[in-house]
């Protein structure tokens, strides 16, 4: 019988709490996007809190649907192996569930796979909008302004060449 919460589900949970908590503040780290086009944070900001708020809420809805299918449902065996058959395995209510038999593992896992294609479809969204918005010559002119400060390897900073090249001096002194 088992008869744990996956961490994975836990963990998802908790990013999908701090997700919504950050679309409805508007604050935190998601926020933190370098290169926007000027005059359009504000159009930036309103869009993705709307975007988190939305994501964030179907982020809980899976997690809630995988953590849901652990409480309600343990995966059992239900026919021991014999010589000629193997074991049977199969979700069995822990309790009966009453009005809300219509959970099996079924719906939940179902609930749960289309909510992660949803997180899936509104996370690529995400990243075009964020593109929409984004001034891509900005990170061009920020490189260019620092100048030298860039290291390469054939200029900019000195790197000791001994720990990088290796010659055969050794070999030919011999």
């Known amino acids: 019988m088992t008869d744990s919460f996956s961490l994975f589900d836990i963990l998802l949970l908790a990013i999908s709490a701090y997700v ?45 649907a995988s953590l849901l299918r652990g409480a309600l449902y343990a995966y059992e065996e239900t026919a021991a192996a014999t010589d000629t058959t193997a074991a049977v395995y199969e979700w069995v209510a822990k309790k009966d569930l009453g009005s809300f038999s219509f959970l099996t593992p079924t719906v939940l896992g179902v609930i749960s796979y289309v909510a992660l294609g949803i997180t899936l479809a509104l996370i690529v969204l995400l990243i075009i909008k964020m593109r929409k918005y984004t001034d891509k010559e900005a990170a061009a002119k920020k490189k260019a302004a620092a100048g030298g400060a860039s290291c390469s390897r054939n200029g900019g900073c000195v790197l000791p060449k001994s720990a990088f090249e290796f010659d055969d001096e050794d070999k030919k002194q011999d």
């Open 20 to 64: 919504l908590y950050a679309g409805i503040t508007g604050k935190g780290r998601l926020y933190n996007v370098e290169n926007i086009k000027e005059g359009m944070e504000e159009e930036f900001k309103a869009m993705t809190r709307k975007l988190y708020i939305v994501l964030g809420s179907i982020m809980i809805i899976n997690s809630a």
